[in-house]
Structure formats: structure tokens, C-alpha cells
């Protein structure tokens, strides 16, 4: 047996001695040539890793002394309630709200009365000179595109914060889009600002220091039409006569013996009128603007304007009583060229006229501008974007906002074919199936809002 052990266990040891393996690298070479080109692709690369950084807050050091770019992400619920029961509280000035804008903004310092007076830039006495110039360097930007017919940039805007009102903004949105609904039909351009400026200017101020950069900016323009984001076009086919102004540089809704008779405040209305790009218009919109600064300049320009002016009391001035109170007493230097304009309506009261528009449809057509078929309807004392100071209902201002809308798009909808179902609504419906012959619409007011005569192709 114990041969035979023997015998055994020498046949498995030369057994074993015969089972070699078939290659013979080392381990550690392997690793080496797996782990080597990992390492170098990390090193070479721009693959960015994560990282991990520790931070150890002291309780004797201030935070301030923290980065300033590092944020903690936010705690759960469960340790926000730990962490705040070993906290002492926050004093009172500690837990202020998010700060608005005007707070993110700093604004500058008030404009005091013994301040030299605000201006919207330097003067520019050759001004005209220098502008006929430049039209004669670029013949390809004419100020009139034809006879007759004057370059027109329609300028409006709103605040450049969001409206308090959630159905704010949509409003302000459908009346931008009628505003370049009526700007595609003329062919006019369009500006659109939703920034303040000038800091000092605000509010109703807003207009002044924006028209005054688009005339210098633009000297192709020869007529800029500011018109308030609460005015909506109600006929999309009229178009001013621009002949009828050519010796006047503005043109404002109003009659003469409201104004320099009465010197009544709304003798005129400043959210819809017609300005000429000229050294006339910079010298009137400077003078305008002295009276606009926040603060005591607008205060004390106020309680001028409750004793110079009727119907008006004694609040800070606006826009408006300041062009009234311009003109008034100093007619001499202005009257000759502002032309009051009461023949049709650049500024029509929306109260007089939001229930009327079916009555409009049945007797009249577009194209007439007046009362008839206002050119424009202006939601004065109405606050789309929901602000305080309103001095009618916003459910009612909402619904004429809604019916003047409809009824100013149902004229271009109408081009196409189709029409709201009624003005209280949005909802469309088609009214003429002319798809196989959309170039033989023989409708004469159709024919003139899709092909208007000035753009029109000449044989």
C-alpha cells in the first residue's frame, strides 16, 4: 500500500510538473498596460470630473467672510427644522422679501428744484442741414417712398416689468399684434420698447426720451406716430392725409379753443399723435421734458398746471397738461406748426364707442376714420396690465378691450376668409370659401386692405 501511495503521488507530482500554462505574462504588466492608457486619456483630455469640495463652516467667523460664489443646496424639511431650532432667530430687517426692480436698480438721485434743468441732449442747431445731408449720402433710404407718402415708424411700448394681472400681458400681446396688423397693411415700420430710458422720465415721461433717440437714430424716418399700448386701430384701412400736414411738425387730436381758449387739460390727448423728424420736434420735446422729472421738478410742475389749467387738479404733472400748458402760453412759438386735428378721430374715447361697432358693420364700411368708423379706439382710464390707479372696472375695461380687438381683426381676418362669431368672443368662423379663386376676390374693400393702391404694382 505504501508503494503504491508512493507510486501515486510521484505519477500526480510529474503530472502537475507537465501542465504549464499556455503564456507566461505577469500580472503586473497586464495592469500596467490597461490602467497607462486610462490614465493618460484622463490627464490629456478636457473631460471635466466632478468634484467633491469640503467646506468647514466656522461659527466664530462671520458669513460674509464665505465665497461669495458658493451656494449650499437647498435642506429637507427635516433638517431645515434641525438646523433652525440651534439658530437664533432672524432680527426684523434680516427677513426681507425679494427687492423689485426699481430696488435692483438703483435710481439716481432725485432732480431738485435749484438743479439745473433736465434735458434730453444737447442741442443740435443744423440738425435739419445735417439730416438733408445724410438722405443725399444714402439715396436708398428716401424719407418719402413716394409722392406724397412720408417714411412712418409707429412707436409704442409698455413697462418692462410683467403685469400684475395674469391676463395682462396677453392683452398687451393681442394689441401689439393689431398695431402690426394696421403697419403691414400701410407698409409703415414699427418699434416696440419695453425699457425705461431714462430714469428720470417714467411713466407717462417715458415716450419723450425714446422719440427723441429714434429721430437722430433713424434720419431715413420722416413721421413717428406714438401710439399707447391701451390704443387699439379700429380701421385698419384708413390712413391719415399726409398732405393735409405737410407745413405742421405735429399733429395731435384736439380743437383750437379747447386748448388755447380754455386751456382745458384734455383739450388734447398725447397717447396717439404724429411728430416730424426735424430740429423743430428735438427743441419741442426738450422743452416738454423740463417738466417731467420725478420728484420735485414733476410735483411742483403739478400744482402750475392745477392753477394754469382747467379741470384739473393739483397732482403731479403729466404728459399731457404739459403739452397743453406748452402750448398755451406759448403759442407763439408753437402754434404755427401743430395742427389740432378733429376731423376724424386719432384718439377716440372707448367709452363712446365699444358698444357701437355692430351698429358700425350695418350702416358703414372702413376707410371713413371719424365717428362713424373710428380710426382709432383708446382705452383711457383703463389699466390692461392690472395697475393701480384705474378709473374704470377691469372687467369692463377687459370686455371693450375684447369687442375692439375682434372687431379690428375681423377686418383682416375677413381677407382671408373667415370672421369672429361674435365680438365677445375669439372664436372664428369661416364666411367665404374662395380658395379656388383667391385672386379674384371682387370685393372693393377687400381689393383695397390686401393690394393698396400706394403699394400696388404701377404699369
Given at each position: 500500500m505504501a508503494e503504491e501511495h508512493a507510486a501515486g503521488g510521484q505519477a500526480g507530482g510529474e503530472r502537475r510538473a507537465r501542465q504549464k500554462p499556455m503564456f507566461t505574462v505577469p500580472i503586473i504588466t497586464v495592469v500596467l498596460l490597461i490602467v497607462a492608457p486610462c490614465a493618460l486619456f484622463l490627464f490629456t483630455s478636457d473631460v471635466a470630473l466632478p468634484r467633491i469640495r469640503i467646506e468647514y463652516v466656522r461659527r466664530d467667523i462671520p458669513a460674509a467672510s464665505a465665497p461669495a460664489n458658493l451656494k449650499a443646496p437647498p435642506p429637507s424639511p427635516e433638517a431645515a427644522v434641525a438646523v433652525s431650532s440651534l439658530m437664533p432667530p432672524l432680527p426684523p430687517e434680516a427677513a426681507v422679501a425679494?427687492?423689485?426692480?426699481?430696488?435692483?436698480?438703483?435710481?439716481?438721485?432725485?432732480?431738485?428744484?435749484?438743479?439745473?434743468?433736465?434735458?434730453?441732449?444737447?442741442?443740435?442747431?443744423?440738425?435739419?442741414?445735417?439730416?438733408?445731408?445724410?438722405?443725399?449720402?444714402?439715396?436708398?433710404?428716401?424719407?418719402?417712398?413716394?409722392?406724397?407718402?412720408?417714411?412712418?415708424?409707429?412707436?409704442?411700448?409698455?413697462?418692462?416689468?410683467?403685469?400684475?394681472?395674469?391676463?395682462?400681458?396677453?392683452?398687451?400681446?393681442?394689441?401689439?399684434?393689431?398695431?402690426?396688423?394696421?403697419?403691414?397693411?400701410?407698409?409703415?415700420?414699427?418699434?416696440?420698447?419695453?425699457?425705461?430710458?431714462?430714469?428720470?422720465?417714467?411713466?407717462?415721461?417715458?415716450?419723450?426720451?425714446?422719440?427723441?433717440?429714434?429721430?437722430?437714430?433713424?434720419?431715413?424716418?420722416?413721421?413717428?406716430?406714438?401710439?399707447?399700448?391701451?390704443?387699439?386701430?379700429?380701421?385698419?384701412?384708413?390712413?391719415?392725409?399726409?398732405?393735409?400736414?405737410?407745413?405742421?411738425?405735429?399733429?395731435?387730436?384736439?380743437w383750437d379753443e379747447a386748448v388755447y381758449g380754455a386751456r382745458n387739460w384734455i383739450g388734447t390727448n398725447a397717447g396717439s399723435f404724429v411728430i416730424r423728424n426735424c430740429r423743430w420736434s428735438l427743441d419741442l420735446l426738450d422743452a416738454w421734458a423740463k417738466m417731467g422729472p420725478r420728484g420735485p421738478v414733476r410735483e411742483r410742475y403739478g400744482k402750475i398746471f392745477a392753477?394754469?389749467?382747467?379741470?384739473?387738479?393739483?397732482?403731479?404733472?403729466?404728459?399731457?397738461?404739459?403739452?397743453?400748458?406748452?402750448?398755451?402760453?406759448?403759442?407763439?412759438?408753437?402754434?404755427?406748426?401743430?395742427?389740432?386735428?378733429?376731423?376724424?378721430l386719432l384718439h377716440g374715447y372707448w367709452k363712446a364707442i365699444v358698444d357701437r361697432y355692430e351698429e358700425m358693420r350695418s350702416k358703414w364700411q372702413p376707410g371713413l376714420g371719424d365717428d362713424r368708423w373710428p380710426l382709432v379706439t383708446h382705452f383711457v382710464g383703463c389699466k390692461p396690465c392690472g395697475e393701480q390707479g384705474a378709473s374704470y372696472e377691469a372687467s369692463r375695461c377687459r370686455q371693450g378691450m375684447e369687442r375692439a380687438l375682434n372687431f379690428a381683426d375681423d377686418q383682416i381676418l375677413n381677407l382671408y376668409g373667415f370672421q369672429h362669431d361674435s365680438l365677445n368672443t375669439t372664436a372664428v368662423r369661416r364666411v367665404r370659401n374662395d380658395t379656388g379663386r383667391p385672386m379674384d376676390a371682387d370685393d372693393d374693400e377687400i381689393g383695397r386692405l390686401l393690394h393698396p393702391t400706394f403699394r400696388a404694382a404701377k404699369p
Amino acid at each position: 500500500m505504501a508503494e503504491e501511495h508512493a507510486a501515486g503521488g510521484q505519477a500526480g507530482g510529474e503530472r502537475r510538473a507537465r501542465q504549464k500554462p499556455m503564456f507566461t505574462v505577469p500580472i503586473i504588466t497586464v495592469v500596467l498596460l490597461i490602467v497607462a492608457p486610462c490614465a493618460l486619456f484622463l490627464f490629456t483630455s478636457d473631460v471635466a470630473l466632478p468634484r467633491i469640495r469640503i467646506e468647514y463652516v466656522r461659527r466664530d467667523i462671520p458669513a460674509a467672510s464665505a465665497p461669495a460664489n458658493l451656494k449650499a443646496p437647498p435642506p429637507s424639511p427635516e433638517a431645515a427644522v434641525a438646523v433652525s431650532s440651534l439658530m437664533p432667530p432672524l432680527p426684523p430687517e434680516a427677513a426681507v422679501a425679494v427687492p423689485s426692480e426699481e430696488q435692483q436698480q438703483p435710481l439716481p438721485p432725485v432732480r431738485q428744484l435749484t438743479d439745473r434743468p433736465y434735458s434730453l441732449g444737447p442741442a443740435v442747431p443744423d440738425y435739419d442741414a445735417r439730416r438733408a445731408a445724410w438722405l443725399a449720402a444714402h439715396p436708398g433710404f428716401p424719407a418719402f417712398v413716394a409722392p406724397g407718402r412720408p417714411r412712418v415708424l409707429v412707436v409704442t411700448g409698455s413697462s418692462p416689468r410683467r403685469c400684475s394681472d395674469p391676463e395682462g400681458d396677453h392683452v398687451l400681446l393681442r394689441a401689439f399684434k393689431n398695431k402690426a396688423d394696421y403697419c403691414r397693411v400701410h407698409g409703415f415700420d414699427i418699434f416696440y420698447s419695453n425699457a425705461v430710458l431714462e430714469a428720470e422720465m417714467s411713466g407717462f415721461w417715458t415716450k419723450l426720451p425714446l422719440l427723441r433717440a429714434l429721430m437722430v437714430a433713424h434720419p431715413e424716418t420722416e413721421l413717428l406716430w406714438w401710439v399707447d399700448s391701451d390704443v387699439v386701430f379700429t380701421d385698419m384701412l384708413f390712413e391719415p392725409p399726409w398732405g393735409k400736414y405737410a407745413r405742421h411738425n405735429l399733429v395731435i387730436h384736439g380743437w383750437d379753443e379747447a386748448v388755447y381758449g380754455a386751456r382745458n387739460w384734455i383739450g388734447t390727448n398725447a397717447g396717439s399723435f404724429v411728430i416730424r423728424n426735424c430740429r423743430w420736434s428735438l427743441d419741442l420735446l426738450d422743452a416738454w421734458a423740463k417738466m417731467g422729472p420725478r420728484g420735485p421738478v414733476r410735483e411742483r410742475y403739478g400744482k402750475i398746471f392745477a392753477e394754469a389749467l382747467s379741470n384739473r387738479a393739483a397732482y403731479e404733472a403729466d404728459d399731457q397738461s404739459a403739452l397743453v400748458y406748452l402750448l398755451a402760453t406759448q403759442r407763439d412759438k408753437w402754434a404755427d406748426k401743430v395742427f389740432l386735428e378733429s376731423s376724424y378721430l386719432l384718439h377716440g374715447y372707448w367709452k363712446a364707442i365699444v358698444d357701437r361697432y355692430e351698429e358700425m358693420r350695418s350702416k358703414w364700411q372702413p376707410g371713413l376714420g371719424d365717428d362713424r368708423w373710428p380710426l382709432v379706439t383708446h382705452f383711457v382710464g383703463c389699466k390692461p396690465c392690472g395697475e393701480q390707479g384705474a378709473s374704470y372696472e377691469a372687467s369692463r375695461c377687459r370686455q371693450g378691450m375684447e369687442r375692439a380687438l375682434n372687431f379690428a381683426d375681423d377686418q383682416i381676418l375677413n381677407l382671408y376668409g373667415f370672421q369672429h362669431d361674435s365680438l365677445n368672443t375669439t372664436a372664428v368662423r369661416r364666411v367665404r370659401n374662395d380658395t379656388g379663386r383667391p385672386m379674384d376676390a371682387d370685393d372693393d374693400e377687400i381689393g383695397r386692405l390686401l393690394h393698396p393702391t400706394f403699394r400696388a404694382a404701377k404699369p
